[in-house]
Structures are given as structure tokens and as C-alpha cells.
């Protein structure tokens, strides 16, 4: 239950940085593919990072009840 929380909650992080004509989904297990059609290269790469740092800043303490979690991502 905890790890769907944190997925659900990196989810919404997610969506608040892509926009209408772009696609999140999820892939696998803990892993999602975000597909930004009209984007080139650099603005991939802003956005992607963008998207990390503000889940690396956020405590998910909700997750686990008294125990902020820290989660990171990797984006290739």
C-alpha cells in the first residue's frame, strides 16, 4: 500500500509538468514513460529534470506515517 501511495503521489507530481498533448503512463512495476511529442532535445532534458528535482525535494511522509521517505529518479 505504501509503494502505490508513493507511485500515485509521483504521479501527480508528474501531470502537474506535462502538458495536454503529452502522455504519462505507466510501464512497469515502478516505471512510466512520459512520450513528449513535439518536444526537442533540450526542452526533454529541462522538463525531465524539472520533474526529478521536485520529487528528490518532497518528503513523502504520508506514505509511511511518521517516516518522511526520500525517493529519487532516474531518467534516461
Known sequence: ???N???Q???TIMRNFIRISDVLT???GEEFVIVLPTADT???IMKSEEIR???EAIDFEDVVTG???KITL???
Open 67 to 69: 517516516k518522511p521517505i
Open 5 to 7: 501511495r508513493a507511485l
Open 9 to 11: 503521489q509521483i504521479t
Open 26 to 28: 505507466r510501464y512497469g
Open 1 to 3: 500500500m505504501a509503494g
Open 53 to 55: 528535482k521536485s520529487v
Open 74 to 76: 532516474s531518467m534516461v
Open 42 to 44: 533540450t526542452n526533454t
